[in-house]
């Protein structure tokens, strides 16, 4: 291991003293992809709208708009071209949520400044908005017993996904949220294992990995097949697949306006 301080991870049993009830729900909080009929009413929704509003934002600007997917068909619709997910259509709550540099730029021109126009910092700005807003949602939902699911697919098709949702130029859906009650066996399932806090958590300067600090870091999940039989296997499903290459370009399609 590398000569620096870092911190370790106490078990699960030296923490349990240390953790209070938000800490015991982000740590068992898990993604629900099975939702029971059970409806979400509307005064839970406007909690967790007001949770998500409630989140740090760049200047008090809240560079961000939720869409609420509401009709079914829309939701159909999102659920096959956000790579053919059908319990997107299933889930009670159906969300997006947008990076959004075009309200500010209207105002500021409806008040007759003489705004440049947004630009790829501006653009970060928001997607980091947009995410903590979503994450706030998420830790809300946890502590009602809701459950939720991150979309990283609403970011591909973007010319799609750009006419179904009606998006102007400076606006990017940046973050696509599922939410209902899970059921039984979701609740069950076991959370995935995370990497050891001491290959996360860099002391002052970012430390860049050899070989086999990669290999212990990741032996949890490659402790059955070896690790390059794991790695392998993940780099052909996750980074070098079809879907992750769209992504990318659809990306670089979004950020042709922010130039």
Request: negative net charge.
């Amino acid at each position: 291991m590398w000569d620096r301080p870092f911190v370790t991870r106490k078990s699960a049993l030296e923490e349990k003293d240390d953790m209070n009830k938000t800490i015991q729900e982000l740590m068992r909080r898990k993604s629900v992809r099975a939702f029971t009929q059970q409806p979400i009413t509307a005064q839970i929704k406007r909690i967790l709208f007001q949770a998500a509003m409630e989140a740090p934002t760049a200047g008090n600007q809240q560079l961000y708009t939720i869409l609420d997917i509401t009709d079914q068909t829309l939701k159909e619709r999102l659920a096959e071209t956000c790579d053919h997910q059908p319990f997107i259509a299933g889930a009670q709550m159906v969300l997006v949520f947008c990076a959004d540099c075009q309200k500010w730029y209207d105002a500021y021109l409806a008040g007759g400044c003489e705004p440049r126009k947004p630009l790829a910092g501006d653009l970060m700005l928001a997607v980091t908005d947009a995410a903590i807003a979503a994450q706030n949602m998420v830790t809300a939902a946890e502590s009602l017993g809701i459950g939720s699911c991150y979309i990283g697919d609403i970011m591909e098709q973007c010319e799609t996904h750009r006419e179904l949702l009606e998006l102007p130029d400076y606006v990017f859906p940046a973050v696509m949220l599922v939410l209902g009650y899970p059921t039984e066996q979701q609740k069950q399932r076991a959370k995935p294992r995370r990497c050891d806090q001491k290959y996360i958590v860099h002391e002052n300067k970012y430390h860049r990995m050899d070989e086999s600090e990669l290999r212990e870091m990741f032996c949890r999940q490659s402790e059955t097949g070896g690790f390059e039989s794991w790695i392998q296997a993940f780099c052909k499903r996750k980074y070098n697949s079809e879907f992750s290459r769209e992504m990318s370009r659809s990306v670089e399609e979004y950020l042709k306006t922010f130039r």
